[in-house]
Nanobody, 122 residues
Framework: QVQLVESGGGSVQAGGSLRLSCAAS?????MGWFRQAPGKEREFVAG????????YYADSVKRRSTISRDNDKNTLDLQMNSLKPEDTAVYYC??????????????????WGQGTQVTVSS
């Protein structure tokens, strides 16, 4: 069982930036970031393949975010810029146990972190 631990959340003003990080206790294949705002369902934010050669973003964060990973360190990062109040949510790191294309649905991921809160004020 791989454990995932997120860090880097916090409170920022609109237009600011945050870098979220996820440390994995072991190897995972595709990895992703999801978020869940109060009263809403968990939604896909960004995903990256095992090699890092393929990345995917939700339309809501595209051009404002960059996902990256370091397989030597078993870490996953999400750089978020030009943050908006609607980005406010708990952000979760997710990892897949088996090799498969990057997925945008939460059920495709086997490992989850506890989440880190991101709050963007206007």
């Amino acid at each position: 069982q791989v454990q995932l631990v997120e860090s880097g959340g916090g409170s920022v003003q609109a237009g600011g930036s945050l870098r979220l990080s996820c440390a994995a206790s072991g190897r995972t294949y595709a990895m992703g970031w999801f978020r869940q705002a109060p009263g809403k369902e968990r939604e896909f934010v960004a995903g990256i393949s095992w090699s890092g050669g393929s990345t995917y973003y939700a339309d809501s964060v595209k051009r404002r975010s960059t996902i990256s990973r370091d397989n030597d360190k078993n870490t996953l990062d999400l750089q978020m810029n030009s943050l908006k109040p609607e980005d406010t949510a708990v952000y979760y790191c997710a990892g897949a146990r088996t090799r498969a294309p990057v997925a945008t649905i939460s059920s495709a991921y086997d490992y989850w972190g506890q989440g880190t809160q991101v709050t963007v004020s206007s």
